[in-house]
C-alpha cells in the first residue's frame, strides 16, 4: 500500500513537471557533441531606445525648482516665467505637462484663495492658438492639463506653454483698515486678506512612447479623452 | 484511497490550469516624467504714519513714512476753517489738485516724503481757537506693462482726470 502511495505521488509530481514544461514551452531536444571547424563570431546587438525628457524653465533645465528667477512678485505686474519641454533622447515622444497652481500659508499648507488670481499666459493668446492645447475635461481651478498637439522629436524644444506669471491685482480688493494715534503721529493699516500668503506653481512632464502611442497614452495618462493620430503624429483632445 | 488520489492528482492540474490561464502577460510602455515646483511669497501690508510736528508758531510739518513693507502712491489734505493756511513744498515733490496735495514719487517702503509745510497766516486767522487736521491716503503701487496703472488708485486717476 506504502509502495503504491509513493508511486502515485511520484507519477502526479512527474505529470505537473511535464505539465509545466510544456506550457512554459521548455523544450526537450536532443544534444550532441561533434567536433566541428571553429566559425567566425557574429554578434549583433539591439539597443533599446528609452524616453528622456526634460522641463526647461526659462529656456534652462529645472533642478526641481520653479520660481527661480522670481524676486518679488507685485499685484498686476507680468513676470517673466517661459515653461517648456526638452526631448532630450534620440526618439519621438508625445508629451502632456500637468500644471498646479494654489495658495499656501507659512507651514505650507493648502489654504482656500482663489488659484484663478495666479494667472499663466502665453503673449496673452489662447491656448488653443499655439502648440499646447489644454484638455478642459481634465481641468480643476488648481489644475491644468495641456498636451503637445503634435510630436516632440527627439533632440528638441518645444514651444513655452506659457511665458508670463501675474497675480491678479483683485487680491487688493478685500482689506481691514485701522488707524491709532501717537502723539503728533497717526498710524494707519491696511491688512489685506491674500497678505503673508505664498503662490505656488507646480509642474509635471510626462511623456510616452510613439509606437502603440494610443495603448501607451491609455496606460501611463489615463482616461482622459486624449486620443493619438499616429498617422498625422497628433494628439486630438475632446474629438 | 484510490478516489482519494485521483481526487488529490485532479486538484493538482486544476491549480496549474488556474496558473497558467489566469496570470496574463503585462504590457509595459515606455515613459518619462520629471517634476518641479516653487513658491513665491506675496507682501501687501500697508503701513503709514502721518508726522505732523507743531511748531512754536502753530505751523504744521508734515511728513508721511512707508513702514510697512510694499511701495505706495500717497497724498493728503488739510482741514481747517477760513482762508489762513499756506503749504509750502521746498523740494517741489508735492503737487496739489484740488483739495489734495499728491506726492509725485513712488514712497519706498522705509522711506519718508519730504516735508509739506502748512504754515498759517497769523494776520488771516480769526482770533478764536482752531485746529488743522491732517488726513493722508495711501495705495498700493499696482503695475500695468511696466507702468502705475490707473487701477493703483482710482482716486488719483480720477483726480487726475478732473483736473485735465
Known amino acids: ?239 | 484511497m484510490r478516489n482519494k488520489n485521483i481526487k488529490l492528482l485532479a486538484a493538482c492540474l486544476l491549480a496549474v490550469a488556474i496558473i497558467f490561464t489566469t496570470v496574463k502577460g503585462t504590457l509595459a510602455y515606455f515613459s518619462d516624467y520629471e517634476n518641479a515646483a516653487g513658491k513665491k511669497p506675496v507682501h501687501l501690508y500697508i503701513e503709514t504714519r502721518i508726522d505732523e510736528p507743531v511748531d512754536t508758531n502753530d505751523n504744521k510739518h508734515v511728513t508721511i513714512a512707508n513702514t510697512g513693507e510694499t511701495p505706495l502712491i500717497v497724498r493728503v489734505r488739510a482741514f481747517y476753517k477760513g482762508d489762513f493756511v499756506k503749504y509750502t513744498d521746498e523740494e517741489g515733490k508735492w503737487t496739489q489738485l484740488g483739495d489734495w496735495w499728491y506726492y509725485t514719487e513712488v514712497l519706498q517702503a522705509g522711506e519718508s516724503t519730504s516735508e509739506l509745510f502748512i504754515e498759517i497766516i497769523k494776520e488771516n486767522a480769526p482770533e478764536f481757537n482752531f485746529d488743522i487736521v491732517v488726513i493722508e491716503e495711501s495705495e498700493r503701487v499696482v503695475y500695468k506693462d511696466g507702468k502705475i496703472t490707473p487701477k493703483a488708485a482710482d482716486w488719483l486717476y480720477k483726480d487726475y482726470k478732473e483736473a485735465e
Not at chain 1, 87 to 102: A, G, M, W
Not at chain 1, 126 to 142: G, I, S
Open chain 1, 1 to 239: 500500500m506504502k509502495n503504491n502511495k509513493t508511486s502515485l505521488l511520484l507519477s502526479i509530481v512527474a505529470v505537473l513537471a511535464l505539465i509545466v514544461m510544456v506550457m512554459s514551452g521548455v523544450q526537450i531536444i536532443n544534444t550532441r557533441a561533434a567536433l566541428s571547424p571553429a566559425t567566425a563570431v557574429y554578434r549583433g546587438e539591439i539597443e533599446l531606445g528609452h524616453l528622456d525628457v526634460t522641463m526647461l524653465e526659462n529656456h534652462k533645465p529645472v533642478d526641481g525648482t520653479l520660481l527661480n528667477d522670481l524676486k518679488d512678485i507685485d499685484p498686476g505686474k507680468e513676470y517673466k516665467e517661459e515653461i517648456s519641454v526638452r526631448n532630450d533622447s534620440d526618439v519621438d515622444e508625445y508629451v502632456r505637462l500637468v500644471i498646479r497652481k494654489y495658495w499656501s500659508d507659512k507651514s505650507e499648507k493648502r489654504v482656500t484663495l482663489d488659484p484663478e488670481l495666479i494667472v499663466l499666459s502665453y503673449s496673452g493668446k489662447d491656448y488653443n492658438d499655439n502648440a499646447w492645447v489644454e484638455n478642459k475635461a481634465e481641468a480643476t481651478t488648481e489644475r491644468k492639463v495641456y498636451y503637445l498637439r503634435k510630436i516632440l522629436p527627439g533632440e528638441t524644444e518645444s514651444e513655452d506653454l506659457f511665458d508670463t506669471i501675474m497675480i491678479n491685482d483683485e487680491i487688493m480688493d478685500k482689506y481691514e483698515i485701522t488707524t491709532t494715534k501717537e502723539g503728533n503721529s497717526t498710524i494707519t493699516r491696511l491688512v489685506y486678506e491674500y497678505d503673508g500668503y505664498y503662490i505656488n506653481l507646480e509642474a509635471e512632464v510626462q511623456s510616452i512612447q510613439q509606437a502603440e502611442a494610443d495603448s501607451a497614452a491609455a496606460s501611463v495618462w489615463g482616461n482622459t479623452g486624449v486620443s493619438i493620430d499616429t498617422a498625422s503624429k497628433t494628439v486630438k483632445v475632446g474629438e
